[in-house]
């Protein structure tokens, strides 16, 4: 099959081999998923065949576009045979997107019993069988299937960048506050330091005003000794002996102290 399609297009041709490449790991995931027990991995492993599912919805949809654009330049019989393969591959890609859902709507139910909680009901498929679908309504839910896959998808990328924006404004506060805290740390420091040093200032000042005070006393009494001499001086202008003033006449060992006119 896939030498006469390449035999009337080789692009067609290369497509439908994409086509079997992917549909051939899908296979080989779900059968490794089966051998899964843990949910996480199964999970991520759903996530990786989605991924191949979309792919594989993408290049049917290009395989698609190529077979109606040959529609006008093959005989009719090659339009029938490439439009059955189109369908088969819809068909065979239903099959594993519901695969797909069944093993989510598994992992779901594990995880809600894990917890206790009680179970979720879970809407069912409102298509029919793909034995009793007619071609048409294979692909019509073949292509709404894998629409709620890529919305699904897309919700999921949405709140991940969500959290991702949340987390970047949550580190960037952290820093802020970070600094801060830096600054303030910084500017006590300042603070202890000035306190310091304004407490050696007084210190300083304190011993200065002590000594400034000695010296006024020591001034004050030099004062009062002239002022007492003045006093004297002025209570007796004629005696000139030291010998008269009460008080300050000198031993008699020592020469007399005449205080001249």
Not at 113 to 138: R, V, Y
Not at 197 to 221: P, W
Request: charged letters at 30%.
């Amino acid at each position: 099959m896939a030498s006469s399609i390449s035999a009337i297009s080789e692009e067609l041709g290369e497509i439908d081999g994409q086509i079997a490449d992917t549909f051939r790991a899908l296979s080989n995931g779900f059968q490794k998923f089966e051998k899964i027990k843990d949910a996480s991995r199964q999970s991520r492993q759903l996530e990786d065949l989605t991924g191949k599912m979309r792919e594989c919805k993408r290049l049917i949809k290009e395989f698609d576009r190529e077979v109606k654009e040959l529609e006008h330049t093959v005989d009719p019989d090659t339009s029938k045979m490439l439009n059955e393969k189109k369908q088969s591959m819809v068909k065979e890609l239903n099959s594993y997107v519901a695969r797909k859902k069944q093993y989510s709507t598994n992992i779901q139910n594990k995880r809600v019993d894990l917890f206790g909680g009680p179970a979720e009901a879970f809407e069912e498929d409102n298509g029919l069988l793909a034995s009793s679908m007619t071609n048409q309504q294979l692909m019509d839910n073949g292509h709404q299937m894998m629409d709620e896959t890529d919305q699904a998808i897309e919700r999921s990328k949405k709140v991940v960048h969500e959290t991702i924006n949340v987390g970047t404004e949550t580190a960037a506060a952290l820093k802020a506050q970070t600094e801060q805290m830096s600054r303030i740390v910084n500017e006590l420091d300042s603070i202890h330091f000035s306190i310091k040093k304004a407490s050696q200032l007084v210190k300083e000042i304190g011993r200065q005003v002590a000594t400034d005070r000695c010296i006024m006393a020591l001034l004050f009494l030099i004062v009062v000794g002239v002022i007492a001499i003045i006093i004297v001086k002025i209570v007796n202008p004629n005696n000139k002996d030291i010998r008269d003033i009460p008080g300050l006449a000198p031993p008699a060992n020592r020469r007399l102290l005449w205080i001249p006119d």
